[in-house]
Each structure stands twice: as structure tokens, then as C-alpha cells.
């Protein structure tokens, strides 16, 4: 199969799946995009929002119509890593014995990360960049294609360990989830209250989402798309030649050279989506909030100007 045969295949595969997650979620079609975007691209993604807004219920929905394994980790204060990656046990024949954790599917929701301590972070954040885990001396190699998505409440911070800039920065994509709208909100009440459950049906398998990622990856991109990228997270640090005077007067750090990677890899997925073959300076501008708002610190004056890191961002279009 040619590569533009499989590129058009792609699109009608991503109006499918579009279909079939809209049965069960209604809205969010922002976020359900990303969440897309991020698979497409072999990328993890962080979803902020408060508690009610089928976080949950979106990735579950997603696993299934991508025909994936799933597993949802909630973590808590008293959480272990032993408790995601699993952990040696002696067997009857008093040798010692694998048992494999929650970490080894395809999918991870990693549900309220922010509510356990750093070590148990810290162990799931080396199996999203490593894609191994290591017990005893031994590597294990994940199931693949495997992705995180992890949730945080913004609203509740009291007992939360908030994940470093480090950390953050290997999730590709910060997706925010909003209240919805009037409308959808009475969709939403109507579709849950009934009583009648939708059946989601698997459109693609691991084996198709490996293929896809690979021909995400092929996608040839003009050397000014690239230039623009590069020049896009270079204005956000405030220590650089290109930085504009709102990014030195409200943010202390700016994103590295990840973002600009992410930037051009998911510029990619969304030309593919958008029936296009190769990505222009619109693809790079529709994903940069997500990419960059995670990866920005904005500093005290912002903060207390009621500045948002996605205003920051627009500015620099």
C-alpha cells in the first residue's frame, strides 16, 4: 500500500472512530481530538479537569474503539511503584516469580497522578520514556503501542504532589477538559439517565495503530514549518534573542527542544486528519497551546495579573 493510500485510509479510519466515541461521549470534541492526536503520534497526555467530566469514561471509550488493552491505576497518598509495575513473589517451588503490574496493557489511565508521592510518580515516568521496566536487575519490555493518559483535579491541591516541570515535559500534549455547554449538558443527562448502555465497536487493533504511527513519522515536512516550530519554542524562553517583552515580563521558563519534536510530530498527525499530506504553519499553530501551555512556567506577576500561560502562547502568533 502506497503512502497516500494509507494516509487517506487514515482519515477515514479518524471520521470513523469520531462516530463511534461520540456515541457514548457527548462534546469534548477538543479533547477527544487530542487524545487521538497523541495515539496517532505514540505520545502520552496529561487531561486536567475537575471531577464529573468524563475523563474516565473518555479514555475507556477510546481504548475500546481503538481495540486496545486498558487498565486504570487510581493513585492514591499510600501507593507504591510495586503497586503499577509489579513485583517478585516467591512460588510454591520457592523460586522467585515475575508478577506483572497494571503497567503492562496499552493503555494507562494514570487517574488523579498529582495525589501520590514522588517515587511512585517517578516510576511510572520512567516506563512512559523508557517503554521498559526494570525489577530485580531484570528489563521487562512493555506491551506495545503504549500510552499514559493521566488525569489531574486542578481544583483540589490540598495533599497533592504536584508534578515537576521535568516530568511534565514528557507528556506530549496538556489537555484541558471544560464545563460543557448548556445543550450537551442536557445530552449528557438525558444519554446517562436512560438506562440503555451503547455498544462501542474496535475499529482499528495494535498491530494498525504501530502502522499508523510509523507512516505519522514518514510524513515530509517543508524546512520553514520546522523554522517556524523551532522559532515558536525559542520565543518562549525569556533568556533567548527571540523572545517577545510579555514573554520576559511574565514567564521564568520557557519550553526546550522536546516541544519543538512534539511540535513537528503532531503537526503531522493533524495535516493526516485534515486531509492534508504534508503539514503547514496552521498545523503547528492548532497544536502549540496543547504542546507548549505544560511546558511554559509563567512567574509571579502573571499570576497575580490573571495572566494565562495560553494567552502567553497566542501572543507569539
Not at 496493557?105 to 515516568?125: F, G, H, M, V, Y
Amino acid at each position: 500500500m502506497s503512502d497516500v493510500t494509507a494516509a487517506n485510509k487514515l482519515l477515514e479510519k479518524y471520521n470513523q472512530l469520531k462516530l463511534e466515541i461520540a456515541k457514548v461521549i457527548i462534546g469534548q470534541e477538543q479533547a477527544v481530538d487530542l487524545v487521538l492526536l497523541s495515539v496517532f503520534c505514540g505520545g502520552h497526555s496529561l487531561l486536567i479537569g475537575v471531577p464529573g467530566l468524563a475523563k474516565t469514561l473518555l479514555v475507556n471509550t477510546v481504548a475500546k474503539s481503538l481495540g486496545l488493552n486498558f487498565k486504570r491505576i487510581q493513585f492514591t497518598p499510600d501507593l507504591m511503584p510495586s503497586d503499577i509495575i509489579g513485583s517478585e513473589i516467591l512460588n510454591q517451588n520457592k523460586e522467585f516469580q515475575f508478577l506483572k503490574g497494571p503497567i503492562f496493557s496499552n493503555i494507562i489511565l494514570a487517574d488523579e497522578i498529582n495525589r501520590t508521592p514522588p517515587k511512585t510518580q517517578a516510576a511510572l515516568l520512567e516506563a512512559m520514556q523508557e517503554k521498559t521496566v526494570t525489577v530485580a536487575g531484570v528489563n521487562y519490555l512493555l506491551d506495545m503501542p503504549f500510552f499514559v493518559l493521566a488525569t489531574q483535579n486542578p481544583i483540589e491541591q490540598e495533599g497533592t504532589y504536584p508534578l515537576p516541570e521535568a516530568q511534565l515535559d514528557r507528556f506530549m500534549f496538556s489537555i484541558e477538559l471544560s464545563y460543557p455547554s448548556f445543550k450537551d449538558e442536557v445530552d449528557v443527562v438525558k444519554s446517562t439517565t436512560s438506562g440503555l448502555e451503547k455498544e462501542i465497536s474496535s475499529l482499528l487493533n495494535a498491530q494498525e495503530l504501530i502502522e499508523i504511527q510509523k507512516l505519522v513519522k514518514k510524513v515530509p515536512v517543508a524546512d520553514n514549518v520546522i523554522e517556524y516550530a523551532v522559532t515558536l519554542v525559542g520565543k518562549t524562553r525569556p533568556t533567548s534573542n527571540l523572545a517577545t517583552e510579555m514573554i520576559k515580563e511574565y514567564v521564568d521558563w520557557g519550553a526546550g527542544p522536546r516541544a519543538s519534536q512534539n511540535l513537528i510530530l503532531a503537526a503531522k498527525a493533524h495535516a493526516l486528519i485534515t486531509g492534508k499530506y504534508s503539514p503547514d504553519i496552521e498545523n503547528v499553530k492548532s497544536v502549540a497551546i496543547p504542546i507548549l501551555s505544560h511546558r511554559v512556567v509563567k512567574n509571579y506577576k502573571a499570576e497575580a495579573e490573571g495572566i494565562s500561560v495560553s494567552e502567553i502562547i497566542t501572543s507569539l502568533f
